[in-house]
């Protein structure tokens, strides 16, 4: 028979004993990171293409404004971005797309730096490599979606689009 505390049951359950309701879960800051293949985030935007010319232009639109996005090959007529239940079709679409990440981005910043002013003091370094790898692969995985819906072959391994861009140091939201 197990006498585990309501204390140790909760930190196990992520519940509280008597309750439905979640509790704070000690944390432990040494663990080691997830193997590589697995993500710690995913990208909030799913961007829907096919193999037309605007297609292309919205792509290079939400990946030089540096969104983190996924590609999914589509036979809309119109290629279309998701980020939750909002869509946004065309060009004009994903410049009013990327209107709404940098304000909800502005808020974010400004809310969380009211909110916890020192949490943008430090930064693990292995956190930030690991998600700048993360990132670059979600690009190289989209590129072979438009390479696809256009018929081209995927480009190489090492391709991987641009380095910077306007969200990259964000600690916000990562889409």
């Known amino acids: 028979m197990s006498h585990t505390s309501p204390a140790a049951k909760a930190s196990v359950s992520g519940r509280a004993p008597s309750s439905k309701e979640p509790v ?8 080691p990171l997830p193997d590589s293949t697995s993500s710690l985030v995913q990208p909030q935007v799913t961007l829907y293409i096919n193999g037309s ?3 292309s232009q919205v792509f290079e639109c939400v990946e030089n404004a540096g ?3 996924r ?3 589509s036979r809309r007529p119109k290629p279309t971005a998701a980020f939750g239940r909002l869509r946004f079709r ?3 679409g994903a410049h009013r797309l990327i209107e709404v990440l940098r304000e909800l981005e502005a808020v974010w910043f400004a ?3 009211k909110a916890m002013p020192g949490l943008f003091d430090g930064t693990d370094p292995r956190l930030m490599r690991r998600m700048e790898s993360t990132r670059k692969r979600w690009r190289r995985d989209a590129r072979a979606v438009l390479s ?3 018929g081209a072959p995927a480009p190489r ?3 991987t689009g641009p380095t910077t861009s306007a969200l990259s140091g964000s600690h916000a939201v990562t889409v």
């Open 24 to 31: 704070a879960v000690r944390s432990d800051n040494h663990r």
């Open 53 to 55: 010319d605007e297609s």
């Open 67 to 69: 969104v983190d996005f």
């Open 71 to 73: 590609a999914v090959a």
């Open 90 to 92: 065309g060009l004009k």
């Open 111 to 113: 809310e969380a730096y």
């Open 148 to 150: 696809k819906v256009q």
């Open 157 to 159: 391994r090492g391709t």
